[in-house]
């Protein structure tokens, strides 16, 4: 039995991450994206990109925590993490400026003092992409490498997208690779442009799902609710 098989094989729920889960739900997500267009873009330097995206993500779990199930994982019954999704509510998506200033010393390890502007320039420029309707936004997925394609990250996606449907909810995310836009796409997304980086930056794919409410009124559990543990 493989590595891939033993932990499928085992089962897994999802269920919002402990705190104390942090540094783990970091280097999954670190792993995941560590052939990523944009981040490897953003953080130059293969020697310790992973360790620095490491810190990137616990950055970004520290700006979702204050949302209720903002940062969702994918976990076998003795604890091994397999996916993370971060998630925002309606409304809660932009980070206030106090976290953003909280949060600089982490930026400049993370890219480093000349890779600040650079960081900046992307933020904003998907922040003036950012639609405006009330939505659900996905800013980062990711699985661990060994179980890609075997339906972790649809699992975790599908989990909020049931609640969407039956609270009448669209929800938005931008992929950082054409080849992922079809994953995205078999959920009910669609890309609605284009989205490019400035300084001849990678190109980004806004998607939007609106809300079904045919597949909301036929699921019956109450909204946001992990499924239980199982294959």
Known sequence: MNARTALLSAGYGIRCAGRAEAGAVAALLARAFADDPVMAWLVPGPADREQRMARWFRC???????????????????????????????????????????????????????????????QNTMHEAHPDVPHWYLPTLGCDPVVQGAGVGSALVRQQLAACDRLGQPAYLESSKATNVPFYEGLGFRVTGEIRLPGDGPTLWPMWREADPATGSATGSAAGAPPPYGG
């Open 60 to 122: 970004a779990q520290r700006q979702q925590r204050p949302r209720t199930g903002g940062v969702r994982v994918a976990a076998t019954g003795d604890g091994r993490l397999l996916g993370a999704a971060l998630w925002s509510a309606p409304g809660r998506w932009r980070t206030s400026a106090v976290r953003e200033l909280a949060a600089m010393p982490s930026y400049v390890r993370v890219f480093g003092p000349g890779g600040l502007g650079r960081a900046a320039e992307v």
